[in-house]
């Protein structure tokens, strides 16, 4: 009996590094790829095709750190996935590789003609490049998308602009997914992004009330930058490839100290140490507001009410999963 070929692991190339070349000559999306939408999928689909036809490995093409963070460091950008979830995401594609160019100042300031003579050719030696109809690259963006196709042209690559892409008449794009989820509308967030929207973070010691109270919860600190509204939700968690049910409140716990942001998640039916351990909190439906409450009873009466509304929620979800790689 013969064995089955087992694919090749998705590699990650960083800049210049020596692993670039297993991604030479490959089909390269293009694109900062925050969330990995559905919107992005398309691109990265159309590049896969393309890749698979020519029998060549597809990859995608990002920047980090996001290039808005660069020009505009004073101004947090709510970013829908990290750095490592990005990857994860990508890798969750079938993709056969990720390119991850450091955006510095150095880059900032390559022409759209250097940056595809020099990375894309000189670097890469790419066979076809896919882009979303609104990419644009280089020095000032001087690099649209009909210069990106006049170049190929000039060069010998293959070059697929991916039209917009939209949902009942919302486009499906990063910045309406921020939108949706500033205002706690988690299911319009996941119908565009085609998952449900997730952080990922080590859980970490609080104030222990929540154990007090009957209720242990599993603490994040996320990034500054997140504009979820804080609220409760129906959430799921993932912990080594398993997935628990729970509820979640994101917010400064006005009954008790209106502090810094943290997300507490109380896990249904789960007993054991989480500290220090990294896991994947996705929601999946809004709840209610984030409330303070007169006395710690109420509080508690409301904690009951919160966990049999996210139970109801999590069982009209149905078994959810995540498109990601670990």
């Not at 691109?43 to 963070?69: Q, W």
């Not at 390119?99 to 003579?117: K, M, Q, R, W, Y």
């Not at 943290?262 to 896991?279: A, N, P």
């Amino acid at each position: 009996m013969i064995a089955p070929v087992k694919a090749a692991p998705f590699v990650v190339v960083r800049d210049d590094a020596p692993e670039r070349a297993r991604l030479r000559g490959a089909v390269v999306a293009i694109g900062n790829f925050d969330g990995v939408h559905r919107g992005h999928r398309a691109v990265i689909e159309t590049a896969k095709a393309r890749a698979r036809a020519a029998g060549i490995p597809a990859a995608a093409l990002t920047l980090e750190p996001h290039p808005r963070s660069y020009f505009r460091p004073h101004d947090p950008l709510f970013r829908l996935s990290d750095e490592r979830q990005k990857l994860r995401l990508l890798a969750g594609t079938g993709l056969d590789g990720a390119i991850v160019l450091t955006f510095n100042a150095a880059l900032a300031g390559l022409p759209a003609s250097a940056f595809i003579e020099t990375i894309l050719l000189g670097r890469f030696a790419v066979t076809g490049v896919v882009t979303g109809f609104d990419f644009h690259f280089g020095k000032d963006r001087g690099g649209s998308p009909a210069f990106l196709m006049e170049e190929g042209r000039r060069h010998g690559f293959g070059v697929d602009i991916v039209p917009a892409l939209e949902d009942e008449g919302r486009p499906v794009s990063s910045g309406t997914i921020r939108t949706a989820l500033a205002a706690g509308q988690v299911i319009e967030a996941a119908e565009l992004l085609g998952y449900p929207w997730f952080v990922s973070g080590e859980v970490v010691h609080g104030e222990k009330r929540g154990r007090d109270l009957g209720f242990p919860t599993a603490n994040l600190r996320l990034d500054p930058a997140c504009a979820l509204q804080h609220g409760i939700y129906a959430v799921r968690v993932r912990l080594d490839g398993r997935y628990h049910d729970g509820v979640a409140s994101f917010g400064r716990r006005p009954t008790f100290d209106n502090g810094a942001p943290l997300l507490e998640v109380f896990l249904f039916d789960f007993d054991g140490d989480l500290y220090g351990r990294t896991v994947d909190v996705a929601f999946h439906a809004w709840l209610r507001p984030e409330l303070r409450f007169e006395s710690v009873d109420a509080l508690i009466v409301q904690m009951k009410a919160d966990v049999e509304q996210a139970r109801a929620a999590l069982a009209r979800t149905g078994n959810v999963t995540l498109p990601v790689a670990d």
